[in-house]
């Protein structure tokens, strides 16, 4: 009989040092763990870069709309959560007018408007388009300078929004046409005008 009381201590015995032996171990697991912050920053860039630094009418006739060469690009790219937008700026005369500016002795401009040209009829203006895509945000063309064919938009004293994008976007290139025509009464001489693009986030 007392064999049997003494096995049956030892087992009892066993079993709660397994016990405890497991409940130490949750314990020491519990009080490793932690947490560790990591932060960043991403800098704001903006960039339109133009692909020609002048084009060119030749001798303007009052028998044709004339196209300058080469056609203006600009390629926009932008990581604004907002996206950005391309502006257009005209010199014109300098002061008041926007327009193609003949600065001598007896100055004359002829001034940029939103029209349908005419051969014989003075006007000035641009079209713009994207000819290559984004990769991002997708670029749009403002609607004063969608037109085709002898449509123009008008050039301004102060930033006009060309083209735009409503979300980060990169790669996407916007090709500006230059068109002219004149009339019988458009002095004679040499004309010129300084268009200045840029771009902001939006």
Do not use: W
């Not at 960039?47 to 028998?63: K, P």
């Not at 001034?111 to 051969?119: C, E, F, I, K, R």
């Not at 090709?175 to 040499?190: K, P, R």
């Amino acid at each position: 009989m007392s064999v049997k009381k003494h096995s049956f201590v030892a087992v009892a015995l066993l079993v709660s040092l397994v016990v405890g032996g497991a409940i130490a171990g949750a314990a020491l697991i519990a009080r490793a763990t932690g947490t560790v912050n990591v932060t960043a920053t991403v800098a704001q860039s903006v960039t339109c870069s133009v692909g020609a630094a002048s084009t060119a009418f030749g001798t303007l006739t009052t028998s044709a709309i004339a196209t300058a060469s080469p056609n203006v690009t600009s390629t926009v790219a932008c990581n604004d959560g907002l996206g950005c937008t391309l502006y257009v700026q005209d010199a014109g005369n300098g002061t008041s007018t926007a327009g193609l500016y003949n600065s001598s002795s007896s100055p004359y401009l002829i001034p940029s408007s939103a029209a349908t040209l005419a051969a014989g009829t003075e006007g000035y203006g641009i079209q713009g388009s994207v000819t290559t895509p984004a990769t991002g945000g997708a670029l749009t063309i403002g609607g004063t300078y969608t037109g085709t064919g002898n449509t123009v938009g008008a050039l301004s004293r102060t930033n006009v929004a060309l083209a735009s994008a409503s979300t980060p976007t990169t790669g996407g290139v916007v090709t500006v046409a230059h068109l002219a025509a004149i009339s019988n009464l458009t002095t004679a001489g040499s004309y010129a005008d300084t268009i200045t693009y840029s771009c902001t986030g939006n």
